[in-house]
């Protein structure tokens, strides 16, 4: 288990967060994930059997149902974010609505025992077409997740997919991230749905209940480190980053999904890494295969009281190897752990000056004398270690330190290209 020693016992949570579960009801154990055959819907003969899916195919279900039987037994979750994309790609909305009413009914049954308070947010492929956020359909939508809702969020998620709800001294708020995509050609104004009111609102009073505050959503305001496009619309990328330095004092973390990988984003104040951070969002990769990575999960331990982060960990399955076994001798595969921030980093606690000190000292080499002041010495190890152990947890296609850290540091489409050409002949 995730759990730890603390100082205080009594005070903490445990945190499971599953994103991107991508479930397909029309996975064939034997499709192909080559281009054209439509994510491993098309059986071939040439094809061996991977029950578990395939690295490039969406999620069968017996990968669905041992992942999240697997990881409600290794975190022990007191809280269960499930930060988007249930449904798979390429689907039409009658096949949505069966994969919300399959995957809502086995969580909610698994964790019902444990009184597991479970928050669900909108995927990009939760909705009707792809991206775009649509009123009639996500009625039916919610209908079909209701049992992954709290049910005092209820008729605000159905009507606009946001909601808030609190957890002892913890305000969890749970945003729309389709009100701001990139991939909406529409106009929808300086405040999509009353976005930006509703979320000042409840974290004014965060403040004034004294409380703290985390953040839950799908897609970040930052780019997408594989083709530097930025994620977010210009405008609304500045009103979060406004919106996020006038109540830092009481935002603790946020916890996103969308790029089915493990990454860290740090938001800064005015975008400038000279300046304070000012949020952290932690990235949890999916359980889907689609992006040709293992299926994994993250776990974190927080204080409820204070918001401190003791420690975050993540579990995989290694997909070649559960395809082999299974087929071999109907064995299932076990998720282990990977990596864990308090041992493979030194981390004792983990917020936005921390993590600020993590990435500055990942990346070093790069930076100025400015930037490597401001952090301090960072005894956690070698930039060059930290950045191995940071990307073998990324299982991604080897990139260069410089995209990276452009890509960790700035929100802003301007300053991520000055960032890049700064750096531009800085690689490890």
């Known amino acids: 288990m995730l759990l730890i020693s603390l100082l205080v016992s009594g005070q903490t949570f445990n945190v499971l967060q599953i994103t991107d579960i991508h479930y397909d009801e029309m996975y064939t154990p034997t499709g192909s994930s080559e281009w054209g055959n439509n994510f491993c819907r098309v059986s071939t003969d040439h094809t061996p059997p991977a029950p578990f899916s395939r690295p490039g195919c969406d999620s069968s279900w017996l990968l669905v149902e041992t992942a999240i039987q697997q990881a409600r037994l290794v975190a022990a979750p007191d809280i269960l974010i499930i930060s988007g994309d249930i449904a798979a790609h390429k689907t039409e909305p009658d ?3 069966r994969e919300f009413k399959k ?35 996500n009625i039916q939508a919610a209908e079909a997740l209701k049992s992954l809702i709290p049910s005092e969020s209820f008729e605000s998620f159905r009507d606009n997919a946001y909601y808030h709800t609190w957890h002892h001294n913890t305000h969890f708020i749970v945003i ?6 990139t991939h ?14 509703f979320l000042e609102t409840q974290l004014r009073n965060t403040r004034d209940m004294g409380g703290v505050a985390m953040l839950i959503g799908h897609i970040f305001p930052s780019h997408v480190v594989f083709h530097q496009m930025q994620m977010w619309k210009a405008q609304y990328v500045d009103s979060f980053i406004v919106l996020m330095k006038n109540y830092r004092d009481v935002i603790a973390h946020s ?3 969308h790029v089915h990988k493990d990454i860290v984003r740090i938001i800064f104040e005015d975008d400038d890494v000279h300046k304070d951070p000012i949020m952290t969002g932690f990235i949890a990769p999916s359980i889907s295969a689609s992006n040709l990575n293992n299926p994994a999960f993250s776990a974190y331990e927080i204080d409820f009281k204070s918001g401190i982060m003791y420690d975050a960990a993540r579990y995989f399955i290694d997909l070649h190897r559960a395809n082999y076994r299974y087929n071999k001798d109907k064995s299932l595969p076990r998720f282990q752990l990977e990596l864990k921030y308090s041992k493979d980093y030194g981390f ?4 936005k000056y921390t993590m600020r000190d993590f990435v500055h000292g990942m990346f070093a080499h790069l930076l100025d004398d400015r930037v490597n002041r401001i952090s301090g010495s960072n005894d956690i190890s070698s930039s060059r270690e930290m950045f191995d152990k940071y990307f073998a947890a990324v299982t991604v296609q080897w990139l260069d330190g410089a995209l990276h850290y452009c890509t960790i540091t700035r929100m802003k ?8 050409n700064t750096l531009d002949d800085k690689y490890f």
């Open 95 to 97: 096949m949505k609505i």
């Open 103 to 137: 995957v809502a009914a086995l969580i909610s049954g698994l964790f019902e025992k444990t009184k597991t308070k479970i928050l669900f947010c909108l995927g990009n492929n939760d909705v009707k077409g792809n991206y775009v956020f649509d009123h009639e359909f």
């Open 176 to 181: 729309n991230t389709l009100a701001y995509t």
């Open 184 to 197: 909406d050609d529409e106009d929808r104004g300086p405040d999509p749905y009353n976005q930006f009111a």
């Open 255 to 257: 916890f996103w999904g």
């Open 348 to 351: 004792s606690q983990i917020n």
């Open 413 to 420: 489409h301007e300053n991520f290209i000055d960032c890049l």
